[in-house]
């Protein structure tokens, strides 16, 4: 059982570059979140998708673009990376409210 | 606003002693809450949860919490440290509409021999 999976596991991007952060999710949930984590400052959230369809801003989404693909798949775009946006990213999924969100293994990502 | 409050940063321990991380929480509602662990390098897993049910929580590895709504509090404890418990540990609570979570900024847990 896969669970929740991203790819890339690292990347070093060059200011300006754009990516996408791809996220996918073999549980059937309904709800898919990005989250950042920085040293100090614990899991801040971007981006969530609550359903197929749907997509939310969350605490910090200033720079980011997400894409709800289909219920598996919830991907993170940065359009013209900054190095403020080096930081630890995590996808995460749940069936529904206040049940466990279950977290993929993260992408480190360097912008120089 | 819903906040969570991790009061310790950093807490050091022996092995074989008793395990305290402290957490308090704010919030205008019943939230449910959730203590998190991430081991170096790794992603967040699920050590216990809170959803108005028990006030006593009994989760993985040997950890427990209790939810004390007058203390507005949800501290982490386990009787008995091991090598392998160092890592971070959040305490987190659900937004109001259930749908994200509120992160502590996290305490770390060094355990020594």
């Known amino acids: 059982n896969a669970g929740v999976t991203q790819t890339p596991k690292f990347q070093v991007l060059k200011t300006g570059q754009s990516m996408t952060l791809q996220c996918a999710q073999d549980m059937n949930h309904n709800s898919m979140y990005w989250y950042r984590q920085d040293p100090g400052m614990g899991l801040r959230l971007i981006y969530y998708s609550a359903s197929e369809g749907t997509t939310d801003k969350g605490e910090v989404p200033n720079g980011y673009n997400v894409s709800r693909l289909n219920k598996r798949e919830f991907s993170l775009r940065l359009e013209s990376a900054a190095p403020s946006q080096t930081s630890v990213y995590f996808c995460?999924?749940?069936?529904?409210?206040?049940?466990?969100?279950?977290f993929g293994p993260g992408t480190r990502l360097l912008v120089l | 606003a819903q906040s969570v409050t991790q009061l310790d940063s950093h807490v050091s321990v022996s092995e074989g002693t008793p395990v305290l991380l402290r957490c308090n929480y704010s919030?205008?509602?019943?939230?449910?809450l959730f203590w998190y662990v991430q081991h170096p390098n790794k992603g967040l897993q699920l050590l216990l949860k809170y959803t108005s049910a028990a006030t006593l929580v009994k989760g993985i590895n040997g950890f427990e919490a209790e939810f004390k709504k007058s203390e507005t509090s949800f501290h982490l404890t386990k009787p008995s440290a091991h090598m392998s418990d160092a890592a971070e540990y959040f305490c987190?609570?659900?937004?109001?509409?259930?749908?994200?979570?509120?992160f502590g900024k996290g305490t770390t847990l060094s355990v020594s021999s």
């Open positions: 995460a999924s749940t069936q529904g409210n206040q049940e466990t969100q279950y």
């Open positions: 987190v609570v659900s937004d109001p509409r259930g749908t994200a979570l509120i």
């Open positions: 919030s205008s509602y019943s939230p449910s």
